[in-house]
């Protein structure tokens, strides 16, 4: 694969993870590890990202239902702000990993656990 084509497909596959999840991430890394090295890192980036996203996300709504139990719904609202700005956090990390896929330079995500290596 040409490296404008890595590119873009490495482009494609953060900005898909917007609207699909984990899927566009997933099928890439699957179709797509033995096109290339860039393309190849920047998929395994985002698959490892979006489980981890999975991960903190489950976490955070056992752990705050429970508060949110045993404050009588008060914990609630702590759920629902922490479950939102995980959601605003990961959108903006999969936007900065699309941008650097574009401009071609490698980009591993903040709070990302490596998975897949």
Known sequence: MNPSDEKMWSTL???????????????GYLVLKDRGPFV???TRSALNFHISLIIYLVGATIIL???GVLTFGVGFIFLWVAITG???AAIIFMIIAAIKANDGQYYTYPLSIEFVK
């Not at 596959?13 to 099928?27: E, M, N, R, V």
């Open 86 to 88: 995980i959601e605003i």
């Open 65 to 67: 239902s429970i508060v």
């Open 40 to 42: 190849r890192a920047h």
């Open 13 to 27: 596959i953060h900005l898909g993870g917007i609207i699909f999840g984990i899927f566009p991430s997933l099928i």
